[in-house]
């Protein structure tokens, strides 16, 4: 398993992060309806508003897990926002970043993972927006396009 990396800029990021205010923050019904949006367009039984901290990654929404969050040493989400790009994983089984993270090797099963990172307009991610499935699968362009427009809605949301 890779443990990811801290971006650059990750003061920036953290401050930006707790200055927003929306770490252990209540549901927000606009984040959960686009969070419930995206699990529906993609048919996967998981999807979420990661928000990478400090040593965690928390759930601002959620679809199909019961956690509220998870350490960002095993998260698939603190790759996701080393870039700026949609990161894909097509089956996590057989990329050897993955393959025995606990996430893969135990419950939820992580095979897919589609991360969007929510990119502030600092220019810091702050987090991502994540399609989770339990079998492998494709992401094509057009795939990528829809999940990086709901992405930007949901950075929206945060002002």
């Keep these: 398993m890779k443990t990811p990396e801290k971006p650059e800029n990750e003061p920036l990021r953290i401050q930006t992060l707790n200055q927003l205010g929306l770490l252990d923050t209540e549901p927000d019904p606009k984040l959960d ?27 601002k929404s959620k679809v199909g ?23 894909v994983v097509p089956n ?23 991360g969007a990172p929510l990119i502030h307009e600092n220019g810091t991610a702050l987090g991502t927006l994540c399609l989770i499935d339990i079998e492998p699968r494709t992401f094509d362009e057009d795939d990528i396009k829809v999940l ?7 950075v929206n949301e945060f002002y």
């Design 33 to 59: 309806r686009l969070t419930e949006f995206v699990a529906h367009v993609f048919c996967v039984p998981v999807a979420l508003i990661s928000l990478v901290d400090s040593d965690r990654q928390w759930f």
């Design 65 to 87: 897990l019961d956690a509220c969050e998870t350490s960002r040493d095993i998260s698939f989400c603190g790759h996701a926002i080393l870039g700026n790009d949609v990161f």
């Design 148 to 154: 990086r427009e709901v992405a930007n809605k949901v």
């Design 92 to 114: 996590a089984l057989k990329d050897v970043r993955f393959s025995d993270n606990p996430l893969v090797t135990g419950p939820p099963y992580i095979r897919f993972y589609a």
